[in-house]
Structures are given as structure tokens and as C-alpha cells.
């Protein structure tokens, strides 16, 4: 059944980007509920232990993506929230596996410091072309992806093998869709002209989360 999900998910993800890339909204509506769904369904049938954590994680991430698809400031809040939400479900069920004390205290501090600045300096040039109260939400969004993201690289410095990697990989794939996705939906003559970019950084960043969960 796993590979039944998995093959789900490639198909309604191709289906998808082939809509993103040509402007295509009913079938980019159409095929977008699925893609979650599939990868969550790909995630219970590939584990002996279901992590409450995951599941929440990415039925969160399913719901931020269905408000997503709503026109309108007020859906794409609700739809941030629900994101902001899967992240910190992501950070737990990636500190589980994080002892702090094998790792270094400048790096620790050093991965924040980087996330915190890259955000900023996207928010800079963000900022003439949002609303004003999106702004600061906005911001503090992209932080707590950053720190989803650091967690997951101290997931995979803590754990041996290459499966924390994997889901660290994918996690800055996450980060790049959402920086990604603030200037295609609020910059005027964006050079990144349709969703494509966006949804396949973020397509294939829950994958890479999945599978480095299910193989770690």
C-alpha cells in the first residue's frame, strides 16, 4: 500500500506542476488536496510506529495548503497559521532526537544567527510590496520555518547514517518554497512568474522530510 501512496503522490505532484508551470488554477485546485494526502498515507504505511508528531505535522501543512487555494489576505493568514503550526510539530518530532550536549554551542548558535539574517534580508526587499499588517506575521513565520530547519540539522548530527540528512534537505526545500512563494504572490512583476518553483521546492521538501523520518 506504501508504493500505492508514493505512486499517488508522483502522479497528483506532476499533475500539479504541470498546472503550476502553465498558469493552469482549476487543475492546480483539482490536484493540490492530494498531494499531502498521499504522502501522509505513504508515511502510515511505511512506519511500525506512527509518530503522533508527523501526522499532525503534515495534516497541518494539508490544511494550510487547502486555505492556500483561496483567494484572499484573510485565507492565505489562516492558511500561514496552519504552516506555522505544521512546522512546530516538524521541530518536535525532530528534538526528540537532539542532545544538545554533543553539539557545539557556536554552531548551535551560528545555524540560528543564519536563518534569522537570510529571513531578514528576504523581508527587506519584501517589505515595499506587502501589506503592512502581513509583515511582521510574515517574518516571524519564515523565523520558525528557519528554526524548523535547524533542528533538523541538529537531527542529523546527532543521529548517524544518511537519513536525518535526507529530512534536512527536504526542510530547506520547505524554506526555499516559502521564501519563494512571498514573491510570486505579493511582488508585482516577480521574475518568478507562476507557482511552478514554489510547489516543486515544496513537493519534493515534504517528500525528503518523509522519507528521512521513515528511514530514520
Not at 152 to 165: P, Y
Request: net charge positive.
Amino acid at each position: 500500500m506504501k508504493y500505492a501512496m508514493l505512486a499517488i503522490f508522483v502522479v497528483t505532484t506532476t499533475i500539479h506542476l504541470y498546472a503550476s508551470y502553465n498558469s493552469n488554477q482549476p487543475l492546480r485546485n483539482a490536484s493540490k488536496p492530494w498531494i499531502l494526502l498521499s504522502l501522509l498515507g505513504f508515511y502510515v504505511y511505511s512506519v511500525e510506529q506512527i509518530k503522533l508528531t508527523v501526522v499532525l505535522a503534515l495534516i497541518f501543512s494539508w490544511i494550510g495548503d487547502m486555505f492556500l487555494i483561496l483567494k484572499g489576505v484573510k485565507w492565505f493568514t489562516i492558511g500561514g497559521i496552519s504552516f506555522e503550526i505544521s512546522h512546530i510539530f516538524f521541530i518536535l518530532s525532530y528534538a526528540e532526537f537532539v542532545d544538545f550536549s554533543k553539539l557545539n554551542i557556536v554552531f548551535v548558535v551560528a545555524l540560528i544567527a543564519l536563518f534569522v539574517v537570510s529571513s531578514s534580508i528576504i523581508f527587506h526587499y519584501l517589505r515595499p510590496h506587502l501589506p503592512k499588517p502581513l509583515f511582521y506575521p510574515m517574518y516571524m513565520y519564515l523565523i520558525v520555518n528557519g528554526l524548523m530547519n535547524c533542528f533538523a540539522w541538529f537531527r542529523s548530527l546527532c543521529t548517524s547514517g544518511g537519513a536525518a540528512i535526507i529530512t534536512a534537505i527536504g526542510a530547506l526545500l520547505f524554506y526555499i518554497s516559502d521564501s519563494s512563494l512571498f514573491f510570486v504572490r505579493f511582488k508585482k512583476n516577480c521574475k518568478l512568474k507562476t507557482h511552478f518553483l514554489v510547489m516543486l521546492t515544496y513537493s519534493i521538501g515534504e517528500l525528503l522530510i518523509v522519507i528521512g523520518l521513515v528511514l530514520g
